[in-house]
């Protein structure tokens, strides 16, 4: 547990200045998803963090399982525990949604239409669902048996029918987490959201939301928990183009008489 080079153990970092104030914020917070950033009211957080990295990262390591991260560069870095390229390590999962394996298999299938075959003229969720019934012969006994295993059951009795249930289903489930979304927004001082969806492009959403200025926008970073990890994982798992959603950021223009 010490590093014979440079002395610094896992226990290193309780004996530093401001640890007794600093640490057991900075810990809760980790574990809840915060990354903490070299700037406005993080900055001792940060600073304690940088200046204990080697002995912080031990600890996170051997007690809990999971990494002690530092992302960015220079003025822009920032650390924070690493719950997607790890797991979670021995820190609670509770706030975990996990995709059903039908819906993801139904992801792959809208995938293949769209990036692969690119039929671009889908419209419509009715319209995904004759492509997959009609042009998807081939798949068909192959997308019942890993339904009814996704669902413990037996394919013998699967038709049409379940596949367009199954599709409707996926899609509904993506509106239930954007709907944890909302809530997540809000709480983090959004004074609207709203989801729109494509109406050329089917399976294609906008999620939008409002904040009062642009250091309200930032500082929602600050209140980002565990649960908002959970939730971004769970969206981004809907997700099926090769490049990570589009973000887009607009500041209100002021009009003049």
Not at 75 to 84: C, E, G, M, R, V
Not at 105 to 129: A, C, H, N, P, W
Not at 149 to 156: I, L, M, V
Not at 230 to 235: I, T, V
Request: charged letters at 30%; hydrophobic letters at 35%.
């Amino acid at each position: 547990m010490e590093n014979e080079n440079n002395k610094i153990s896992l226990s290193s970092f309780l004996y530093s200045d401001n640890s007794e104030d600093l640490f057991a914020s900075i810990d809760y917070l980790l574990k809840d998803g915060v990354h903490f950033q070299k700037e406005g009211k993080q900055i001792n957080q940060y600073n304690f963090i940088s200046q204990n990295e080697e002995s912080l990262k031990m600890y996170y390591n051997t007690f809990f399982k999971v990494d002690l991260v530092k992302g960015g560069e220079d003025n822009a870095s920032y650390y924070y525990l690493d719950f997607i390229n790890n797991d979670r390590g021995n820190i609670t999962d509770k706030h975990r949604y996990m995709l059903k394996s039908e819906y993801v298999i139904i992801g792959f299938l809208i995938y293949k239409i769209m990036f692969i075959d690119r039929e671009f003229d889908l419209d419509s969720v009715q319209k995904l669902k004759e492509k997959i019934r009609l042009e998807c012969e081939d798949y068909k006994q192959g997308i019942y048996t890993l339904i009814a295993k996704s669902k413990n059951t037996t394919p013998g009795n699967y038709n049409d029918e379940i596949i367009d249930k199954t599709i409707q289903s996926a899609l509904e489930e993506f509106k239930k987490i954007m709907g944890h979304t909302r809530k997540s927004r809000l709480r983090q001082g959004a004074l609207s959201w709203s989801l729109f969806e494509d109406a050329e492009h089917v399976g294609k959403f906008i999620e939008n939301f409002i904040f009062e200025t642009w250091a309200d926008y930032l500082r929602r970073f600050d209140r980002f928990t565990a649960e908002d990890l959970a939730m971004q994982e769970e969206r981004h798992r809907h997700h099926l183009d090769t490049h990570p959603p589009k973000v887009t950021r607009r500041i209100a223009a002021q009009l003049r008489d």
